[in-house]
């Protein structure tokens, strides 16, 4: 079983299908240099094939350009012709056959040979002799139908000239067509490089160290904290052992955590950003703690000043180290800041739940600013993520993020339930994301954790659609239980942010106490947390290994 300090491949093709067009597109652009994606992929649709050229070009591994073109196409009447020949060609071959051939036969009397016989007689392929027609020739070439036949299989005429004429004729018709035009970028590679965080064992014993791409290290990232007292992890609450060893997995998939350093936000971001209506029950008193003093933040935006910068990946990190004031997190995140405009976001936020905006037809009711303002225990972390997307709208980009902190909520305390606990969180931005890929990444989240086999159950969050709570089976009771909720978050959330249609997000989110709980046994929430916690048995409880029961 692999250890959780192991290297974690980043999903390739998060659909989870079979088909990776990313990596057919590399591989053509590896063959031919410059590739007209769409010409080479003629039967994946237009924004397949542009989702997956931004997920390589926001990793600067190709560079494409959009071009526009016109394509002739056939009409039906056009097709015909290609098939069958031109109206004329079918009058002569009629009259050719019979050697002679009166205007009432009943092969010259559909609408087709009406319209071809003037022509037949203009070309000299048939004449009158009588009141009958007579072939003029034993051979002709039907001009109409080679020079259809070429724009169908061209989508252009040889003789640019010929277009109007049969525009006018109604047999073909134009359309434009979108070209992607890839080639390779600056951080050109013929895969997307899977960025091992440790040298292993096995890595060392099958040689694949020799060819792996280890991920830069990052000189400035802060050191763990030296332990006092009691020492090593023996000195840790077990929530925060776990917490531990969440953010341990959290990091080996990529992930970059948030700043939860918040524990009373505004209605804003806890709830209006993530369109919970402001008369829903979970608003009410009983569910949600507000406070009196002071009672109200300032507009969104207004705490802006509160340092509060996102780390960035390492090899970002890297690329900034001859930039001394970039790299300062100060700098870094009044650089950010600057493009964010609050005031349309929050306009843009008022607009869904009132009038409806960005394909949503919102909850229709007056919108009430000062809501936004009021100031509560945050309920869940989501707030953080629903801020930490909106940063991400100066710079949008493929990312995943994570937060592992504290939420309150107004609830009678029982042995399962606080009124103050922590949930993990995840969010993971990037283009052509699919539920699918939702379930498989949580599967291999889960499977992390030592939890295998989950069970998804639709379920409804006012921020996601569709959404699914995740469940496990639990040896103990014998039955599954809900491990965690999760979803896509809605277009109108992230389309209001600022950030581009296709860029697409997952969201998930799970209790610390609950896996907490199974792993020490314990059945009651109160001798984790709260003043009924024993010091003395939290001093000896063992340091644990999530994947290892
Ligand atoms: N906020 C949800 C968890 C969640 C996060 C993100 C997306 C979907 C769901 C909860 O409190 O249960």
Same mark, same amino acid.
């Given at each position: 079983?692999?250890?959780?300090?192991?290297?974690?491949?980043?999903?390739?093709?998060p659909?989870?299908?079979?088909?990776?067009?990313?990596?057919?597109?590399l591989?053509?652009v590896?063959?031919?240099?410059?590739?007209?994606?769409?010409?080479?992929f003629?039967?994946?649709s237009?924004?397949?094939i542009?989702?997956?050229?931004?997920?390589l070009?926001s990793?600067?591994?190709?560079?494409?350009?959009t071009n526009?073109?016109e394509?002739v196409?056939?009409?039906?009447?056009?097709?015909d012709?290609?098939?069958?020949?031109?109206?004329?060609?079918?009058?002569?071959?009629?009259?050719?056959?019979?050697?002679?051939?009166?205007?009432?036969?009943?092969?010259l009397?559909?609408p087709?040979?009406?319209l071809?016989?003037?022509?037949?007689?203009?070309?000299?392929w048939?004449k009158?002799?009588g009141?009958?027609?007579?072939?003029?020739?034993?051979?002709?070439?039907?001009?109409?139908?080679?020079?259809?036949?070429?724009?169908?299989?061209h989508?252009?005429?040889?003789?640019?000239?010929?277009?109007?004429?049969y525009q006018?004729?109604k047999?073909?018709a134009?359309?434009?067509?979108?070209?992607y035009i890839?080639?390779k970028g600056?951080? *050109?590679a013929?895969?997307?490089?899977?960025?091992?965080?440790?040298?292993?064992?096995?890595?060392?014993?099958?040689?694949? *160290?020799?060819?792996?791409?280890?991920?830069?290290?990052?000189?400035?990232?802060?050191?763990?904290?030296?332990e006092?007292g009691?020492?090593?992890?023996?000195?840790?609450?077990?929530?925060?052992k776990?917490?531990?060893?969440f953010r341990?997995?959290?990091?080996?998939?990529?992930?970059?955590?948030?700043?939860?350093?918040?524990f009373?936000?505004s209605?804003?971001?806890?709830?209006?950003?993530?369109?919970?209506?402001?008369?829903?029950?979970?608003?009410?008193?009983?569910?949600?703690?507000?406070v009196?003093?002071?009672?109200?933040?300032?507009?969104?935006?207004?705490?802006?000043?509160?340092d509060?910068?996102?780390a960035?990946?390492?090899?970002?990190?890297?690329?900034?180290?001859?930039?001394?004031?970039?790299?300062?997190?100060?700098?870094?995140?009044?650089?950010t800041?600057?493009?964010l405009?609050?005031?349309e976001?929050?306009?843009?936020?008022?607009?869904?739940?009132?009038?409806?905006?960005?394909?949503?037809?919102?909850?229709r009711?007056?919108?009430?600013?000062?809501?936004?303002?009021?100031?509560?225990?945050?309920t869940?972390?989501?707030?953080?993520?629903?801020?930490?997307?909106?940063?991400?709208?100066?710079?949008?980009r493929?990312c995943?993020?994570f937060?592992i902190?504290?939420?309150?909520?107004?609830?009678?305390?029982?042995?399962?339930?606080?009124?103050?606990f922590h949930?993990?969180?995840?969010?993971?931005?990037?283009?052509?994301l699919?539920?699918?890929?939702?379930?498989a990444?949580l599967?291999?989240?889960?499977?992390?954790?030592?939890?295998?086999?989950?069970?998804?159950?639709?379920?409804?969050?006012?921020?996601?659609?569709?959404s699914?709570?995740?469940?496990? *089976?639990?040896?103990?009771?014998?039955?599954?239980?809900?491990?965690?909720?999760?979803?896509?978050?809605r277009?109108?959330?992230?389309?209001?942010m600022g950030?581009?249609?296709?860029?697409?997000?997952?969201g998930?989110?799970?209790?610390?106490?609950?896996?907490?709980?199974?792993k020490y046994?314990?059945?009651?929430?109160?001798?984790?947390?709260?003043?009924?916690?024993?010091?003395?048995?939290?001093?000896?409880?063992p340091?644990?290994?999530?994947?290892?029961?």
């Amino acid at each position: 079983m692999p250890g959780t300090r192991g290297p974690v491949p980043v999903p390739l093709h998060p659909n989870g299908g079979d088909r990776d067009l990313t990596q057919e597109i590399l591989n053509a652009v590896d063959e031919h240099e410059t590739v007209p994606t769409n010409e080479l992929f003629p039967h994946t649709s237009q924004a397949e094939i542009k989702a997956a050229l931004d997920r390589l070009a926001s990793r600067q591994m190709v560079e494409y350009d959009t071009n526009d073109k016109e394509h002739v196409v056939l009409t039906q009447e056009g097709q015909d012709i290609v098939d069958e020949g031109s109206h004329e060609y079918k009058v002569w071959d009629a009259v050719h056959k019979a050697g002679k051939l009166s205007p009432k036969d009943q092969a010259l009397s559909t609408p087709s040979a009406k319209l071809g016989q003037g022509n037949a007689i203009k070309l000299k392929w048939i004449k009158k002799d009588g009141d009958a027609f007579v072939p003029l020739t034993d051979s002709v070439t039907d001009t109409t139908r080679e020079q259809l036949r070429y724009a169908s299989e061209h989508h252009a005429f040889e003789d640019a000239k010929l277009l109007k004429d049969y525009q006018k004729r109604k047999l073909v018709a134009t359309q434009k067509v979108i070209t992607y035009i890839a080639r390779k970028g600056p951080r *050109w590679a013929r895969e997307i490089p899977v960025e091992v965080t440790d040298l292993t064992a096995e890595m060392i014993a099958d040689g694949s *160290w020799k060819t792996a791409t280890f991920k830069p290290y990052n000189f400035k990232a802060r050191g763990v904290l030296g332990e006092a007292g009691h020492g090593g992890t023996g000195a840790l609450h077990p929530l925060n052992k776990v917490r531990e060893e969440f953010r341990k997995i959290f990091f080996n998939m990529g992930f970059v955590e948030m700043p939860t350093a918040r524990f009373v936000d505004s209605g804003f971001w806890n709830f209006d950003a993530l369109f919970v209506p402001q008369q829903h029950p979970a608003r009410d008193l009983q569910d949600t703690f507000y406070v009196s003093d002071p009672a109200e933040a300032g507009p969104p935006g207004a705490d802006e000043s509160v340092d509060v910068v996102l780390a960035e990946t390492a090899e970002e990190d890297d690329d900034e180290s001859d930039k001394p004031t970039s790299s300062d997190p100060a700098t870094r995140a009044a650089e950010t800041t600057s493009k964010l405009d609050y005031n349309e976001y929050f306009e843009n936020v008022k607009r869904v739940h009132q009038d409806g905006a960005f394909g949503s037809i919102g909850y229709r009711y007056p919108y009430n600013d000062a809501e936004t303002r009021r100031l509560v225990l945050r309920t869940h972390t989501t707030a953080i993520s629903a801020y930490c997307l909106h940063r991400l709208a100066a710079n949008p980009r493929p990312c995943r993020y994570f937060s592992i902190d504290r939420v309150f909520r107004n609830e009678t305390v029982d042995a399962t339930h606080l009124a103050e606990f922590h949930q993990i969180e995840g969010v993971i931005a990037d283009y052509n994301l699919t539920l699918g890929g939702l379930q498989a990444f949580l599967k291999r989240f889960f499977r992390n954790i030592g939890v295998p086999d989950l069970k998804f159950k639709p379920a409804y969050n006012p921020y996601t659609e569709p959404s699914m709570e995740v469940y496990a *089976w639990h040896e103990g009771l014998g039955k599954l239980v809900e491990i965690g909720n999760s979803g896509m978050f809605r277009p109108e959330m992230l389309l209001a942010m600022g950030l581009p249609e296709d860029l697409r997000c997952y969201g998930f989110g799970l209790s610390l106490e609950r896996p907490t709980m199974i792993k020490y046994g314990i059945s009651n929430i109160r001798e984790l947390l709260g003043h009924k916690v024993d010091i003395g048995d939290i001093e000896k409880m063992p340091a644990v290994r999530l994947d290892r029961e």
